[in-house]
T-cell receptor
Framework: GENVEQHPSTLSVQEGDSAVIKCTYS??????FPWYKQELGKRPQLIID?????GEKKDQRIAVTLNKTAKHFSLHITETQPEDSAVYFC??????????FGPGTRLSVLP | DAGVTQSPTHLIKTRGQQVTLRCSPI?????VSWYQQVLGQGPQFIFQ???????GRGNFPDRFSARQFPNYSSELNVNALLLGDSALYLC??????????????FGDGTRLSIL
């Protein structure tokens, strides 16, 4: 089955710096790659996603890049703010296996 | 429009009991998926229902079962509860089934504690 790894597991950055989180997956048939943000005690919230026919997608301070050949995709957050502090999960949509989530990255933005 | 709604928000049970969790999807969404999230981990897939039929099952024992109703709402049942079943149970809805490249939107979850 699909195996999703996520690195780093924790990340601390200074406010205003950039943060990058990387996910790798194993099944080349996967075709949809969302990122979720989960604040303490709250629901996972979709923040950006990318489909397999696209290499990069950007939404204001957030971007996602996909390398299908290498089977990895990354979340990029620029100009980080304290409210970006949360746990971020990548997921891979693999037909028949539903969403397989990574183990999460705890991002702390220090003022 | 209302998002995904789940009930109850919190539940305390003892070992051996049975529990039913409920989920109402976003209006127009035909697929409901259930996930278990243990503290400090990512959500783990339990079931997906699409158009009232089971479309996928994760690596969970037969004590876990689910169904989807004609209005696309869903129930998750867990029998013979164990201490290890303590977790946040999340419901997510999407317009289409997995594999179609559709986003899933989550509810606030039901926090289940087993004593």
């Amino acid at each position: 089955g699909e195996n999703v790894e996520q690195h780093p597991s924790t990340l601390s950055v200074q406010e205003g710096d950039s943060a990058v989180i990387k996910c790798t997956y194993s099944d080349s048939a996967s075709n949809y790659f969302p990122w979720y943000k989960q604040e303490l005690g709250k629901r996972p919230q979709l923040i950006i996603d990318i489909r397999s026919n696209v290499g990069e997608k950007k939404d204001q301070r957030i971007a996602v890049t996909l390398n299908k050949t290498a089977k990895h995709f990354s979340l990029h957050i620029t100009e980080t703010q304290p409210e970006d502090s949360a746990v971020y999960f990548c997921a891979v949509d693999n037909y028949g296996q539903n969403f397989v989530f990574g183990p999460g990255t705890r991002l702390s933005v220090l003022p | 429009d209302a998002g995904v709604t789940q009930s109850p928000t919190h539940l305390i049970k003892t070992r051996g009991q049975q529990v039913t969790l409920r989920c109402s999807p976003i209006s127009g969404h035909k697929s409901v998926s259930w996930y278990q999230q243990v503290l400090g981990q990512g959500p783990q897939f339990i079931f997906q229902y699409y158009e009232k039929e089971e479309r996928g099952r994760g690596n969970f024992p037969d004590r876990f079962s689910a169904r989807q109703f004609p209005n696309y709402s869903s129930e998750l049942n867990v029998n013979a509860l164990l201490l290890g079943d303590s977790a946040l149970y999340l419901c997510a809805s999407s317009f289409s089934a997995a594999g179609s490249g559709q986003p899933q939107h989550f509810g606030d979850g039901t926090r289940l504690s087993i004593l």
